[in-house]
């Protein structure tokens, strides 16, 4: 979504430092001049400086001046507490999840439930991947009806020109996350 922005609007992407270590191309910042890339570290409630790095996002985004701010919904006790200095902003609020999923989504803990319902209820905008996840979730958050869109997910992954459509026997295709 990054990449496909800053084709064309400046570009201030704030990331979990661990997962932009783990999942970002190196070559973004440098190959992409309209997108600008800022991690910070994720310290949960037990950590006192998860109220820092809720001040650096909310300076961050201050400084960047966006015309949006665009959330992925994952609930982090530092962005919960940025969201009040964020509200002078119109949020869009994609929602990967509109049902958690069996395993560690199911057990989740009850204050990631109450932010996900806040920011689901102070979100400007909704997206989600799929015309029936938006016809399931209008009818669970009749709320949302009127400002959710379906827009589809895309490629996921560095290389989206692979041509190789033959499969072999025994080979395997996987879409999901596998926990422990």
Same mark, same amino acid.
């Given at each position: 979504?990054?990449? +496909?922005?800053?084709? $064309?609007?400046?570009?201030?992407?704030?990331?979990? *430092?661990?997962? +932009?270590? @783990?999942?970002?191309?190196?070559?973004?910042?440098?190959?992409?001049?309209?997108?600008?890339? /800022?991690?910070?570290?994720?310290?949960?409630?037990?950590? =006192?400086?998860?109220? *820092?790095?809720?001040? $650096?996002? +909310? %300076?961050?985004? @201050?400084?960047?001046?966006?015309?949006?701010?665009h959330f992925q919904?994952?609930?982090?006790?530092?962005? !919960?507490?940025?969201l009040p200095w964020? %509200?002078?902003?119109?949020?869009?609020?994609?929602?990967?999840?509109?049902?958690?999923?069996? &395993? *560690?989504?199911?057990?989740? *803990? @009850?204050? !990631? $439930?109450?932010? %996900?319902?806040?920011?689901?209820?102070?979100?400007?905008?909704?997206?989600?991947? &799929? /015309? %029936?996840?938006?016809?399931?979730? @209008?009818?669970?958050?009749?709320?949302?009806?009127?400002?959710?869109?379906?827009? =589809?997910?895309?490629?996921? &992954?560095?290389?989206?020109?692979?041509?190789?459509?033959?499969? /072999?026997? &025994?080979?395997?295709? !996987?879409?999901?996350?596998?926990? $422990?």
């Amino acid at each position: 979504l990054a990449r +496909a922005l800053a084709e $064309q609007h400046d570009v201030l992407l704030l990331l979990d *430092r661990a997962n +932009a270590a @783990r999942e970002l191309s190196t070559d973004i910042p440098h190959s992409m001049p309209r997108l600008r890339v /800022e991690t910070c570290p994720n310290y949960g409630l037990k950590n =006192p400086q998860f109220l *820092r790095n809720a001040w $650096q996002i +909310a %300076r961050a985004v @201050r400084r960047f001046a966006p015309d949006l701010v665009h959330f992925q919904e994952l609930p982090r006790d530092y962005l !919960f507490a940025a969201l009040p200095w964020l %509200r002078s902003y119109p949020w869009v609020l994609t929602i990967h999840d509109h049902t958690p999923h069996s &395993g *560690r989504d199911a057990h989740d *803990r @009850r204050r !990631f $439930q109450i932010y %996900r319902d806040i920011m689901r209820r102070k979100a400007d905008v909704v997206i989600v991947h &799929g /015309e %029936r996840i938006l016809h399931e979730l @209008r009818s669970l958050m009749p709320w949302i009806t009127s400002h959710a869109f379906a827009i =589809p997910h895309g490629v996921l &992954g560095g290389d989206t020109n692979s041509t190789s459509t033959t499969w /072999e026997p &025994g080979n395997l295709l !996987f879409f999901g996350r596998i926990e $422990q």
